[in-house]
């Protein structure tokens, strides 16, 4: 294991990571161009890239690394895969090629190819174990799969929007249920999570002929998931603890508010393809729901992916803030037609997600404290994980 390990160093991944880092700055780059604000880098090209630059190449590519850690050489699975690593390089490069001034063909084609080895991977892993989770997780993954061909054959990003919102809701929430095996799992909660997973793919697919019924479904898968999540997710229980497992129980009881607005907004609205409407909806799921669970897991799954502590410290709780009470200032700005408040939230959402970069880096460099206390302590998990990441994920909620 020691052996294989080193073959695939952290300098490895670190170089597949490095691609999303850049597909984030852009991203954010991007993102003050689409609030009409000066932006460091002033591009159109940014601009229209912004919504797959940021699923695709940014989360994707995290996803995409997180999943390869387990199955490539010197993962925890005794059958090493080699081109476990073609699916976040692929979806890193197809990033870049957005980013830089490529033919659009190239970075689509590497989106394409890059999501269909992702969903491989969760074949892969599927072999491996076959379980719920798993598949709810390759839902996910066809979506993107999804999307990134709808893109590639010029559909406009308001009409693939539900095959992002999919790939990304449905990777976390089959993360979610992986962890709630730490206590017996209600049949109800994964019958209806794979349920609610089905529905999702089913109504990205009927909102392109149908908008009003798919949009319906969309709506109704939402906010069914998020009611499974709010009443059995572990979550509820560990934000009673302290330290890292409270940190990560209030982002994720957070993020689940903002999936019920979003879906609550499809449900009750309708098919929504632009204006403040769609503003707010996407950024509840991308910023309220995604970003607030990537805040919540990096200190678990980083130091998996990079083998690197990332201690939690307190001052993560600060840009955690920032982003929610940004974001409703937004989305009420959004609510209003209020262009200055959606800029000053935009812009708010922007600085917090710098921050936690900054907060995250910081707490690297540190180290952990010189006595961890129980609030970082890992303890030995209730069951076999499914993978390295889990594992760590485990071992906070134990
Ligand atoms: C951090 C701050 C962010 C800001 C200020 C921001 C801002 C914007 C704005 C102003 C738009 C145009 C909305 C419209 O047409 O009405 C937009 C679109 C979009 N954003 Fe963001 N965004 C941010 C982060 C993100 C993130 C993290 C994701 C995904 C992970 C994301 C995904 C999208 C998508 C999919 C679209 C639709 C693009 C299109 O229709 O072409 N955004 N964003």
Redesign the pocket.
């Known amino acids: 294991m020691e052996k294989t390990s080193r073959r695939t160093g952290p300098g490895v991944r670190l170089a597949l990571l490095l691609p999303a880092g850049v597909a984030?700055l852009a991203?954010?780059d991007?993102?003050?161009t689409?609030?009409g604000l000066p932006a460091p880098v002033p591009s159109d090209r940014l601009a229209?890239?912004?919504?797959?630059l940021?699923?695709l190449g940014?989360?994707g590519t995290l996803v995409a690394l997180e999943r390869a850690v387990a199955l490539a050489p010197g993962g925890t699975d005794e059958r090493a895969r080699p081109w476990a690593w073609a699916a976040p390089g692929l979806l890193g490069l197809g990033g870049l090629l957005l980013v830089a001034p490529a033919p659009l063909v190239a970075a689509r084609a590497c989106l394409v190819v890059g999501a269909a080895v992702l969903v491989a991977l969760y074949g892969a892993a599927w072999r491996r174990r076959a379980d719920a989770a798993i598949a709810v997780q390759g839902l996910g993954a066809l979506g993107a799969v999804g999307a990134a061909v709808l893109w590639a054959a010029d559909v406009?990003?308001?009409y693939l929007?539900p095959w992002?919102v999919a790939f990304?809701v449905l990777t976390v929430v089959g993360e979610r249920l992986e962890l709630m095996r730490i206590v017996p799992v209600a049949p109800l909660a994964e019958r209806g999570i794979v349920g609610g997973a089905c529905a999702l793919v089913g109504g990205a697919a009927l909102a392109l002929v149908w908008p009003g019924v798919g949009t319906a479904v969309l709506g109704a898968a939402l906010v069914g998931i998020v009611a499974l999540l709010a009443r059995f997710d572990v979550a509820r229980r560990t934000v009673r603890g302290t330290g890292l497992p409270r940190y990560m129980a209030v982002a994720m009881l957070a993020s689940f508010a903002w999936l019920a607005v979003a879906g609550g907004l499809w449900l009750v609205a309708g098919p929504t393809t632009?204006?403040?409407r769609?503003?707010a909806l996407?950024?509840a799921v991308?910023?309220g729901f995604?970003?607030s669970m990537v805040m919540a897991h990096a200190p678990v799954i980083l130091p998996a992916v990079l083998r690197r502590p990332l201690p939690y410290r307190p001052a993560m709780y600060a840009p955690l803030a920032l982003l929610h009470v940004t974001l409703a200032l937004?989305v009420v700005g959004d609510a209003r037609d209020a262009a200055v408040v959606?800029q000053v939230?935009?812009?708010g959402?922007?600085v917090?997600?710098l921050a936690f970069v900054v907060v995250a880096v910081t707490s690297v460099l540190l180290g952990a404290p010189a006595r961890p206390g129980r609030d970082q302590r890992a303890e030995p998990p209730a069951a076999a994980p499914p993978s390295p990441t889990a594992a760590n994920r485990l071992e906070v909620v134990a």
């Open positions: 984030m991203g954010l991007a993102a003050l689409l609030l229209d890239v912004h919504g797959p940021m699923v940014f989360v406009p990003v308001p929007a992002l990304l632009s204006g403040a769609y503003d996407l950024h991308f910023l995604v970003m937004r959606v939230g935009g812009v959402n922007v917090a997600v």
